[in-house]
């Protein structure tokens, strides 16, 4: 009599988990399908805006020409809180885009007015101090500036981008 007392309650069980598991399917169903169409929408636009991006950045690195300038004197950083004097010292890589068509023209007058790309960088990293240029966020603006203004100077959107090499602050 034990036994089919215990099958009976293990059966009356069973009956109820299956009760509530149709009530889970027929309570979450409808907002599981709700969530997943609104899924689908979301990476169908971020799709489309990424499509978009990609053709404006594309480069192709082939025609990239560097213009490198040796490596400098010292400059002198602006001054901190600690009081003391730091320098940094560093080489300069500008790299052209040969596609644009004043290419040739903006090539020739850096190779004759070097003077003034060291000029132009050196008031520029200047303006800094030593806790800003180990810094890679602010060395990264640094880049930005000298290129912004470099374009200024050669009236030019040929400089596609500039590099640092055998950069020392101390």
Same mark, same amino acid.
């Given at each position: 009599? #034990? ?19 149709? *009530?889970? @399917? ?21 799709? *489309?805006?990424?499509? $978009?991006?990609?053709? %404006? ?11 490198? *300038? ?6 002198? &950083?602006?001054?901190? $809180? ?13 790299? &052209? %885009? ?6 040739? #023209? ?6 004759? $007015? ?20 180990? %810094?890679? $966020? ?9 290129? #912004? ?18 950069? @020392?602050?101390?």
């Amino acid at each position: 009599m #034990k036994k089919n007392l215990i099958t009976v309650l293990i059966f009356a069980l069973c009956l109820i988990n299956l009760v509530f598991n149709i *009530l889970l @399917v027929f309570v979450f169903m409808p907002s599981a399908t709700k969530t997943n169409k609104l899924i689908t929408e979301i990476a169908a636009v971020l799709d *489309l805006e990424l499509a $978009s991006q990609k053709n %404006d950045n594309e480069f192709d690195v082939s025609n990239i020409e560097v213009f490198q *300038l040796e490596q400098g004197n010292p400059i002198n &950083l602006a001054q901190d $809180s600690s009081g003391e004097i730091h320098m940094v010292q560093y080489g300069i890589s500008i790299n &052209l %885009d040969t596609t644009s068509s004043d290419y040739s #023209k903006v090539l020739a007058n850096m190779q004759k $007015s070097t003077s003034l790309i060291y000029d132009i960088t050196n008031d520029i990293i200047g303006k800094y101090s030593y806790n800003q240029v180990i %810094d890679v $966020s602010v060395k990264k603006q640094i880049k930005e500036e000298i290129q #912004k203004s470099l374009k200024e100077a050669f009236n030019t959107e040929c400089i596609h981008s500039i590099s640092f090499y055998n950069w @020392v602050a101390n």
